[in-house]
């Protein structure tokens, strides 16, 4: 994984490592996120910086560069947050029924880790109209991270904690039930649609206060938008043309 870091707001970010998309075997990785410790000039994730205008952040190995902040800036701040120095279990399955398997696995990854289950359009698993794919966090509290990275997979978050990146062009359906907790990362022009049942809880996170997110019930519903993280009750749209 590159050194290079990208200071993000409050936190210090390094690169992702690369999606593996689909194949006929189960792609497995297992690596921690990158980040510096609290206290620490250029990191923690309540490390005071130089203050930037809201939306922007410093990239490069001297922090000497400024760019909009995107939803992978978004990502690994709060990744760090909820996971720590917890090990990610990366895995891409193979077929549609691994999928299934593995998103419903309150069990979790072995070993304390951080399972991450990558979905695209040639593993996720059809459903029928109005039947959704159920996704459960472990039972000991550790999250499970779903990238959506194509296709239209409709998943439901049932019980324990999911962090969600729905970035599939071809739209992003997500429901949270009333013992489900979702934080759904994206860019602001991912079309995200999320039935949130009373008791349940989303937090939607993404670079710009104009959106496509649109949410619906009676449970929590939460935005957090740029390097601003304060969570904000929703309260009504606003739209954004792409």
Same mark, same amino acid.
């Given at each position: 994984?590159?050194?290079?870091?990208?200071?993000?707001?409050?936190?210090? /970010?390094?690169? *992702?490592?690369?999606?593996?998309?689909?194949?006929?075997?189960?792609?497995?990785?297992?690596?921690?996120?990158?980040?510096?410790?609290?206290?620490?000039?250029?990191?923690?994730?309540?490390?005071?910086?130089?203050? /930037? &205008?809201?939306?922007?952040?410093?990239?490069?190995?001297?922090?000497?560069?400024?760019?909009?902040?995107?939803?992978?800036?978004?990502?690994?701040?709060? /990744?760090?947050? /909820?996971?720590?120095?917890?090990?990610?279990?990366?895995?891409?399955?193979?077929?549609?029924?691994?999928?299934?398997?593995?998103?419903?696995?309150?069990?979790?990854?072995?070993?304390?880790?951080?399972?991450?289950?990558?979905?695209?359009?040639?593993?996720?698993?059809?459903?029928?109209?109005?039947?959704?794919? &159920?996704?459960?966090?472990?039972?000991?509290?550790?999250?499970?991270?779903?990238?959506?990275?194509?296709?239209?997979?409709? *998943?439901?978050?049932?019980?324990?904690?999911?962090?969600?990146?729905?970035?599939?062009?071809?739209?992003?359906?997500?429901?949270?039930?009333?013992?489900?907790?979702?934080?759904?990362?994206?860019?602001?022009?991912?079309?995200?649609?999320?039935?949130?049942?009373?008791?349940?809880?989303?937090?939607?996170?993404?670079?710009?206060?104009?959106?496509?997110?649109?949410?619906? !019930?009676? !449970?929590?519903?939460? *935005?957090?938008?740029?390097?601003?993280?304060?969570?904000?009750?929703?309260?009504?749209?606003?739209?954004?043309?792409?």
């Amino acid at each position: 994984m590159s050194e290079e870091s990208y200071p993000c707001g409050a936190q210090t /970010l390094r690169p *992702l490592p690369p999606h593996y998309r689909g194949g006929r075997t189960q792609r497995v990785m297992t690596y921690k996120p990158a980040h510096e410790s609290a206290g620490q000039p250029n990191g923690g994730q309540f490390a005071k910086r130089t203050a /930037l &205008e809201p939306g922007i952040v410093l990239v490069g190995h001297n922090g000497d560069r400024a760019v909009y902040v995107n939803d992978s800036h978004l990502y690994q701040r709060e /990744l760090e947050a /909820l996971i720590g120095d917890a090990e990610i279990e990366d895995i891409t399955p193979a077929t549609k029924a691994e999928t299934k398997k593995l998103l419903k696995d309150a069990k979790g990854a072995p070993d304390g880790k951080v399972r991450l289950i990558r979905i695209n359009a040639t593993n996720y698993p059809e459903t029928k109209t109005g039947e959704k794919l &159920e996704v459960r966090g472990a039972k000991d509290g550790r999250p499970v991270i779903v990238d959506i990275l194509s296709g239209m997979p409709r *998943l439901k978050v049932t019980s324990g904690t999911a962090v969600i990146r729905p970035r599939s062009g071809w739209g992003n359906s997500v429901d949270v039930g009333a013992e489900g907790e979702a934080v759904m990362i994206a860019p602001s022009s991912s079309k995200v649609t999320t039935e949130c049942e009373e008791g349940g809880k989303v937090t939607f996170v993404c670079p710009n206060s104009k959106n496509r997110f649109r949410p619906f !019930g009676k !449970g929590e519903i939460l *935005l957090s938008s740029g390097t601003d993280t304060d969570r904000i009750p929703y309260v009504a749209p606003v739209y954004e043309s792409f």
